[in-house]
């Protein structure tokens, strides 16, 4: 099975724009036990959030934690994604930052 098959890409897509309308997005990467299930994990896990969402923009710089997830998790469309999004990883990180945590985490994500 591929991603483009078990996650709606269109959406994805769509989910993307609505961020970067807001706040211009360097790297929109896609986690959870939905991707893991495209990527052909195993059935019998323990699966964990359905979507994880890191969405790295200079632009958060100075937005409040709060608002950030609160903007980024109201832009997510459960209902055409067929579940919610971890909406806490919603953070600006140093460039540098996001090189290291890409570098660990490449595995685990896809991008959007």
């Known amino acids: 099975m591929t991603v483009a098959e078990a996650l709606n890409e269109r959406e994805l897509s769509r ?3 609505r961020v970067s309308d807001r706040w211009p997005l360097e790297r929109a990467l896609l986690g959870g036990a939905r991707a893991d299930d495209a990527r052909g994990a195993a059935p019998q896990r323990e699966r964990g959030p359905e979507y994880v969402v890191v969405l ?13 997830v609160y903007q ?5 469309d459960a209902a055409e994604m067929g579940d919610r999004a971890d909406a806490g990883r919603f953070q600006r990180f140093r460039q540098i930052d996001v090189d290291r945590l ?4 490449r595995h685990l994500l896809v991008p959007c």
């Open 15 to 17: 989910y993307v724009s």
């Open 56 to 68: 790295v923009s200079e632009m958060f710089d100075g937005v409040p934690w709060l608002e950030r």
């Open 72 to 76: 980024c998790g109201a832009l997510w």
């Open 102 to 105: 890409f570098h660990r985490i």
